[in-house]
């Protein structure tokens, strides 16, 4: 039985300890793509492929299957077509890969925020919110200069808006994972952890 109450799983850095056996179980048990939203720069994508390892399973980015299919950068596809066209490929590469069948599946910061894409993925998917404060995410995001809406404007204050608007609707993942300083390899055992308390 699914319980449907979020978890809040590890709100410190501490991993929690998990055999392999019971990661092993718990992999089995899991009959859906587990699907990582979250803010830029949360480690979706970092923390999605050492979930998909630790599980033995395989990982896909949404964003790099929709560049693929698109054969331009993300970047690109906004400056061509802006944020709508861009919405429009993204729930439909979703669509895709959720039916495909892979067992992780981290998505662009934006995707969630479609109603489609956002029933979808509640739907069909384990669904994992992975938050960290505006601070840690202007560092990380700070990095690379590949996020089309972090260049027109101060990315904290522009962070900041997109939080306000967007932790409502993340806030219906069932569950909640906090990444901030520490090893992603954490914060991956942390959603294992979370996972298990939520089947
Ligand atoms: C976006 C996040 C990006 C990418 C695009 C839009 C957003 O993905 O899809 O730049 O709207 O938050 P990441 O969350 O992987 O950076």
Known sequence: MISTRPIRSGNSSEAPVITPAEIGALARRIDRPIVLIGLMGVGKSTVG???ADLLDTGFIDADEAIETAAQRSVS???EAHGEAYFRDGERRVIARLMA????????????FVDAETRAMILDHGV???????????VKR?????????LRDGDPQAILNR??????????????????EEGPHHATALRILEGIERWL
């Open 100 to 111: 495909e069948g892979h067992g992780v599946i981290a998505t662009g910061g934006g995707a």
């Open 127 to 137: 669904t994992v919110w992975i938050r960290a404060t505006v601070e840690t995410l």
């Open 49 to 51: 492929r050492k979930l």
């Open 162 to 179: 997109l939080a306000d608007e967007r932790d409502p609707l993340y806030r219906q993942a069932p569950i909640h994972v906090n990444s």
């Open 141 to 149: 995001t700070g990095r690379r200069n590949s996020r089309p809406l």
């Open 76 to 78: 690109e596809i906004f």
